[in-house]
């Protein structure tokens, strides 16, 4: 029902970085966004990037976090760096604009030492 897919997650310890990707399926002209989900919590906004490349990102991911796209790749990154145990979380992509009805699997992040 997706015609995206995130990748990139995994296990690292406080302080590292990651990188997670979003491919799409075909030609993005609306914005796309990060969001993530931790246990026990509702799915949040990471951050965002128009098509134009303006970005918006949550307060407590500010200066760590960079997310980035290639429109002519069709394609969307999120770097994480100076990682804390309170990012775990499923990380999915999405686009706001198409309402947020459908959701891929995501990709886990966990940080833990």
Not at 14 to 31: D, E, I, K
Not at 37 to 62: C, F, H, M, N
Not at 80 to 92: F, G, Q, R
Request: a neutral charge; proline letters at 4%; glycine letters at 10%.
């Amino acid at each position: 029902q997706v015609d995206w897919a995130e990748s990139g997650g995994g296990l690292v310890q406080p302080g590292g970085s990651l990188r997670l990707s979003c491919v799409f399926g075909r030609r993005v002209f609306s914005p796309m966004a990060w969001y993530r989900q931790a246990p026990g919590k509702q799915r949040e906004l990471v951050a965002s990037i128009t098509w134009t490349g303006t970005v918006d990102y949550d307060e407590s991911v500010q200066g760590r976090f960079t997310i980035s796209r290639d429109n002519t790749e069709n394609t969307m990154s999120l770097q994480m760096n100076s990682l804390k145990p309170e990012d775990t979380a499923i990380y999915y992509c999405n686009l706001p604009a198409t309402g947020l009805h459908y959701w891929g699997q995501g990709t886990q992040v966990t940080v833990s030492s």
